[in-house]
């Protein structure tokens, strides 16, 4: 009997907790199109967790 190949699925947790000069939706793009690139070449299925947060308190 041939057994199928699992693929292994993983979460991609993206985060940008302070804007830089292009601002939190390029570093966004950046970091979540380098973790795709990185689990399709070794096959991996993924969901994709995104969040924006700052830790600096202003008050």
Do not use: W
């Not at 693929?7 to 380098?34: H, I, M, P």
């Amino acid at each position: 009997m041939v057994q199928a190949a699992t693929k292994l699925k993983v979460a991609l947790y993206v985060r940008k907790s302070r804007e830089e000069d292009g601002g939190a939706e390029e570093t966004l793009l950046n970091q979540r199109e380098t973790l795709i690139i990185i689990d399709e070449q070794k096959g991996y299925s993924f969901d994709i967790f995104q969040e924006v947060e700052s830790s600096i308190n202003l008050e």
